[in-house]
């Protein structure tokens, strides 16, 4: 079964580090999107991304993030800068159709856990 | 302004019983779409079923199924048979078909007994 493949599974930083995160969407998908969810909170969105441009972001989502996909294959978020703050589990997910289509599901991956010291 | 609310922190159930989890949902677009994921404790976010604002019939998928009331704005995820895997937290979600972005409520975790 198609699945979204996320790397690493943990990833530890010092505060201030650039990190990046990575994502392989399934594979017949256009549509991407990451999310983030802080320890004990709620899932949040971040931005979803389509045709190699931003769709839609969050306020969350500010100059410290970045969205890129370097290839066929890869979906990347990089954060500047990173703060204690942005210590959360980053899910990528990915869908076949658009935000105009109804049946919008998105597909997430298994996550990334950041912590940042 | 969009809003998911689940008001079961916790459950527990005993296997092979079936269990209900509550969720309403508030919007003021007429077209949108709900959705239940599982989060087992490995993390993952899977998804387990959809059910579109304008579908007649409450949707199924295998054991689950969505008991969709519009006119309350309610959502409840039953799980049939319930078994020791089903354990984790679950989460009712909901986008408006305009918008790319899905809303999460804050989640049940269930606990399954043997």
């Known amino acids: 079964e198609p699945e979204v493949t996320q790397t690493p599974s943990h990833q530890v930083t010092q505060m201030g580090q650039e990190v990046i995160l990575r994502c392989v969407p399934i594979?017949?998908?256009?549509?991407f999107y990451w999310y983030r969810q802080i320890l004990g909170q709620k899932v949040e969105f971040l931005v979803s991304f389509y045709n190699n441009e931003i769709s839609e972001k969050s306020e969350i989502f500010d100059d410290q993030f970045s969205v890129e996909r370097p290839d066929g294959s890869n979906f990347t978020l990089k954060i500047r800068s990173t703060k204690l703050e942005d210590s959360a589990m980053y899910f990528c997910?990915?869908?076949?159709?658009?935000?105009?289509?109804?049946?919008?599901?998105?597909?997430f991956g298994a996550g990334t856990r950041l912590s940042v010291l | 302004a969009q809003k998911i609310t689940q008001t079961q922190p916790g459950m527990f159930v005993q296997e092979k019983e079936a269990v209900t989890l509550d969720c309403t949902y508030d919007t003021s677009d007429p077209s949108y779409g709900l959705f239940w994921y599982k989060q087992p404790s490995s993390g993952e976010m899977i998804f387990l079923i959809y059910q579109g604002s304008y579908d007649q019939q409450n949707a199924t998928e295998g054991r689950y199924s969505l008991n969709f009331q519009k006119a309350r704005k309610s959502a409840n995820l039953v799980i049939s048979a319930s078994q020791l895997g089903d354990s984790a937290m679950y989460f009712c979600a909901m986008r408006e078909d305009r918008d790319d972005k899905i809303i999460f409520g804050k989640g049940t975790r269930l606990h399954i007994l043997p």
């Open positions: 594979s017949n998908h256009l549509y």
């Open positions: 997910a990915s869908s076949e159709e658009s935000s105009g289509t109804p049946k919008n599901i998105q597909y």
